[in-house]
């Protein structure tokens, strides 16, 4: 593979967290064809000494079921395993229409076959409601009575599967803290939780405050990163006290890389993500 960077080396540390790389770090090479999902693995290990991979719907080959074997050999060749599946365009959780809202669930239950398929613990889900934005609290009310139906739907199918279902803050009304963690509380389900993310919020949102109250129902974390300077501090996020944050709440999973930066190529971003979680892990 032309253009990649040498062979990186996993980092031994404390064994606190485990590090994770979030397919969409490199979905431009994806996509431009300097390497394939299929390379995914191999890549994660070889570029960058990372273990979890977070694979992504939308970037994976089909037909899913039968790449499924080719991608378990390519994760047992390299050490690698696979952490979680994200998925997006499954239909729209919260809709207003129960059929729709049902059929989205049913949906998802295919991810959840393949997660376990290939030893992942979760799939990442959105909660959207399809039409405008909840705003008022009535309709903040009404959007998570139905977001609990379809919801439950898809956790009892993958409770029989042992999967997880998790919720990003994804946009709209998911980067509410507030919203998604009244839903979590409502519902109680144990394979039931959220996927905080470090920079998926608007301006308004004071993004700290934001990820701890969404630690407390944490399964994951997304390690999202834009920028590194020369001292490898990320220049947008303080990540250091983010961290600190996942920390406090004592979270002890895999923590995902999601680089999003425009000004280091995606191989660069991910080789000073990784650097910087070296030193936490």
């Not at 031994?12 to 994806?30: D, F």
């Not at 990820?211 to 944490?218: F, G, N, P």
């Not at 399964?219 to 996020?237: L, N, P, W, Y």
Request: proline residues 4%.
């Amino acid at each position: 593979m032309a253009g990649l960077p040498e062979r990186a080396q996993a980092q031994k540390g404390s064994g606190r967290y485990k590090v994770s790389l979030a397919q969409w770090s490199l979905h431009k090479a994806i996509r431009s064809h300097l390497m394939t999902n299929m390379q995914f693995p191999r890549v994660a290990r070889e570029q960058f000494g990372i273990e979890g991979l977070e694979f992504v719907n939308a970037l994976m080959e089909t037909p899913i079921e039968s790449n499924i074997r080719a991608w378990k050999k390519q994760m047992n060749d390299s050490g690698t395993k696979c952490v979680l599946i994200m998925c997006d365009g499954e239909g729209y959780m919260g809709a207003v229409s129960k059929p729709e809202r049902m059929k989205a669930a049913e949906n998802h239950f295919k991810w959840v076959d393949v997660t376990a398929a290939l030893g992942g613990h979760a799939i990442r889900t959105n909660m959207y409601p399809g039409q405008k934005q909840p705003a008022t609290p009535a309709e903040i009310d009404e959007f998570l009575k139905r977001c609990s139906e379809s919801f439950a739907k898809l956790c009892e199918y993958a409770k029989g599967r042992n999967i997880n279902v998790i919720i990003e803050n994804h946009g709209g009304v998911s980067s509410n803290p507030d919203v998604v963690v009244k839903l979590m509380e409502m519902m109680k389900l144990p394979n039931f939780g959220t996927l905080p993310d470090f920079g998926n919020f608007p301006k308004e949102v004071d993004k700290y405050d934001a990820v701890k109250k969404l630690m407390k129902h944490a399964k994951g974390v997304s390690f999202k990163c834009f920028d590194f300077d020369a001292s490898g501090k990320e220049t947008t996020i303080d990540c250091d006290r983010m961290m600190s944050i996942v920390g406090e709440a004592g979270y002890k999973g895999y923590v995902g890389i999601e680089y999003e930066g425009t000004r280091m190529t995606e191989f660069e971003g991910i080789q000073a993500a990784k650097r910087f979680l070296d030193r936490y892990v």
